[in-house]
Nanobody, 117 residues
Framework: QVQLVESGGGLVQPGGSLRLSCAAS?????????MSWYRQAPGKERELVAH????????NYADSVKGRFTISRDNAKNTVYLQMNRLKPEDTAVYYC?????????WGQGTQVTVSS
């Protein structure tokens, strides 16, 4: 059974940091799966935050998070991370983990991130 389980969300003050984790199981994580983080704020469409290639050799970020967020993966642990620094209130959203392979597209259930004083 394929699972993507996000963790690490919570309430943080503006300027603070959080590290999200996404643990994958049920598929060959390191084999040509691009891993991504998306987010969806209330009343808005889901948007791509960052993605990383299967080997971790290439990453890409939304303009709104460049220089503040870092995506990484540990293929030995079947886990992808999102380090979020200098958080802003507009980063408040549900963050989703996504895995895309040649024929498959998997989603996690999401983790809430709230940035507020």
């Amino acid at each position: 059974q394929v699972q993507l389980v996000e963790s690490g969300g919570g309430l943080v003050q503006p300027g603070g940091s959080l590290r999200l984790s996404c643990a994958a199981s049920g598929f060959t994580f390191s084999s040509n799966y691009v891993m991504s983080w998306y987010r969806q704020a209330p009343g808005k469409e889901r948007e791509l935050v960052a993605h990383i290639t299967s080997t971790g050799g290439s990453t890409n970020y939304a303009d709104s998070v460049k220089g503040r967020f870092t995506i990484s993966r540990d293929n030995a642990k079947n886990t992808v991370y999102l380090q979020m620094n200098r958080l802003k209130p507009e980063d408040t959203a549900v963050y989703y983990c996504n895995a895309v392979g040649y024929f498959n597209d998997y989603w996690g259930q999401g983790t809430q991130v709230t940035v507020s004083s």
